[in-house]
């Protein structure tokens, strides 16, 4: 029945059921498989066309098409009914920016095109992310997700850190103690980031196609590059790159002193990724500024907003300036004020109107944690 769904291993796994009709993800998938690979009949059958060399590209192919408006509208609607209300209800969440396509052909680990297991706590999401994992074709015996339960997972983690196992050991457990996670089209699978989960080798004959997609509580605690914004964003906000203005004096400006962003990437390394992304989208930059060593206020970047003919100025993140919450505010009302643009490649976000500043103040507040 669609709408059911059924808890397990103390409601931190559960199998839900959808409408086909509403959202025909068999159809849509092999559709866009087709214009790129029309004499592919059948997702399943894909492994007989193409080589394995392929699969990357042929993924490369999909994410295009589903960080565009199009499907992320849909993927939208799905996870609001079927995944927000279990996880999130009542309350403000981001979803994941670009959603993960899974392809598991035949005998995948011959070709070393392998998923390990592993949880989503070690791969860096933390535990205020849930996962909504929805198969395309069937999933079922070897060539389905394997799942472990939360008691083993519990124990594995403990030991998998205080006694500094190998991923050959680890992998060796989890396929020990999991269980196929057996689902026909129709059906998706929720479960949390502590989870062990992961591959066995595909001994069917078909290549099992799946996506799974990520919620983000607000509230919850960031401490890597899975930000806000960035990594997750809000329903309804689709990552574009904006259209820069040539004509305008730009520079790229890095904080150094911004370790909780950069860590211990030089700054020349961050600021050259950030001069490569503006010419990419037709703009040379001027010049280049850093800021000064043992400050935590950022006059730097306040002088060549205020004081330079720079108009307009390229930052790697809204994370990555040192400043306390409220100076940065100050500062981009500052770039407001006088029409220098601000550009936070990591957000895609051009900062040119009091939009754009509510939009960063939505995202820096939704974790409560502006740096």
């Known amino acids: 029945m669609v709408g059911t769904i059924q808890y397990q291993d103390d409601n931190t ?52 098409w589903m960080v565009s408006k ?49 949880t989503g706590t070690i791969t860096g999401y933390p535990e205020g992310v849930d996962t909504i994992w929805t198969p395309i074709t069937r999933a ?19 030991l998998v850190n205080a006694e500094q196992w190998s991923v050959k ?21 929720l479960f949390k980031q502590y ?30 590059n899975r930000r806000p914004g960035s990594y997750f964003r809000f329903p309804n906000d ?37 001069w490569t992304k503006l010419q990419k989208m037709g703009v040379t930059p001027t010049s280049w500024n850093n800021e000064h060593f043992t400050t935590t206020w950022n006059p730097n970047l306040e002088h060549h907003i205020c004081h330079s003919d720079i108009k307009g100025l390229a930052l790697p993140s809204i994370y990555s300036l040192r400043s306390e919450i409220t100076r940065k505010f100050e500062m981009f009302k500052m770039a407001l004020e006088r029409d220098v643009h601000l550009y936070f490649p990591a957000e895609e976000i051009l900062m040119d109107s009091q939009s754009k500043l509510d939009k960063i103040q939505r995202i820096l507040e939704f974790t409560n944690s502006g740096n």
């Open 238 to 274: 689709h990552h574009e790159t904006p259209a820069l203005d040539p004509k305008r004096k730009w520079s790229v400006y890095v904080d150094q002193t911004a370790e909780e962003w950069c860590g211990t990437i030089p700054h020349y390394i961050v600021r050259e990724w950030v």
């Open 70 to 118: 199009e499907y992320s509208q849909i993927a939208e609607t799905y996870v609001a009914k079927h995944l927000a209300p279990h996880v999130c209800p009542n309350q403000e969440y981001m979803l994941q920016a670009i959603p993960m396509l899974r392809m598991v052909p035949p005998n995948q680990l011959k070709s070393g095109y392998f998923l390990m297991f592993h």
């Open 169 to 189: 050991r680890w992998q060796k457990e989890c396929e020990d103690l999991c269980f196929p996670v057996t689902i026909e089209k129709g059906q998706a699978w």
């Open 13 to 64: 796994q559960a199998r839900v059921e959808y409408d086909t009709q509403e959202f025909p993800f068999y159809d849509m998938f092999l559709d866009h498989l087709q214009k790129k690979h029309p004499n592919v009949k059948r997702l399943e059958d894909i492994h007989k066309h193409i080589e394995m060399s392929e699969f990357v590209d042929v993924r490369h192919h999909f994410f295009k």
């Open 195 to 224: 989870h062990w989960h992961g591959n066995v080798n595909n001994e069917t004959d078909i290549t099992r196609w799946s996506w799974d997609m990520r919620t983000l509580k607000q509230g919850s605690i960031i401490d890597n």
């Open 140 to 158: 079922y015996d070897s060539n389905t997700m394997h799942m472990v339960n939360r008691a083993d997972s519990d124990r594995i983690s403990k």
